[in-house]
């Protein structure tokens, strides 16, 4: 049975692909949802008063969040956060990796 990030209506925007063995999500779609949830909460809090602040406070949290669910993944068939390519949307899982498409010998689309 795959694994979803919950709750599902949350996090369903930045996922790639839930086709393969795993689902796989996108890592600056989610930083981005991340970053907007937390500035909510963080302008709650008297510390942070400028547009700024509140926005460099949310993205650090978000970035956090990210590196503590990523490292929780390593080891179990929980989701995958990977980024993704530019051109054709399709997941980059490794650091040099080239287009996705590439793979499949299908050409990379421009993105609409």
Same mark, same amino acid.
């Given at each position: 049975?795959?694994?979803?990030? !919950?709750? $599902?209506?949350?996090?369903? @925007? #930045? ?8 689902? /796989?999500? &996108?890592?600056?779609? +989610?930083?981005? /949802?991340?970053?907007?949830?937390? @500035? ?12 700024? $602040? /509140?926005?460099?406070? @949310? $993205?650090?949290? #978000?970035?956090?969040?990210? $590196? =503590? ?12 956060? @990977?980024?993704? &390519?530019?051109?054709? +949307?399709?997941?980059?899982? !490794?650091?040099?990796?080239? &287009?996705?498409? +590439?793979? =499949? +010998? ?7």
């Amino acid at each position: 049975m795959k694994q979803y990030l !919950q709750p $599902r209506s949350f996090y369903d @925007a #930045a996922m790639i692909t839930d086709t393969g063995d795993r689902v /796989i999500y &996108c890592e600056s779609t +989610l930083l981005q /949802i991340l970053t907007d949830d937390y @500035a909510h909460t963080v302008r709650g809090d008297y510390r942070f008063t400028s547009e700024v $602040r /509140i926005n460099h406070e @949310a $993205r650090k949290q #978000a970035m956090r969040w990210l $590196r =503590y669910v990523r490292g929780s993944m390593v080891y179990a068939d929980s989701p995958f956060i @990977a980024a993704r &390519c530019a051109t054709c +949307l399709g997941p980059i899982i !490794q650091t040099l990796q080239q &287009c996705p498409a +590439l793979d =499949y +010998l299908q050409p990379c689309a421009p993105s609409v």
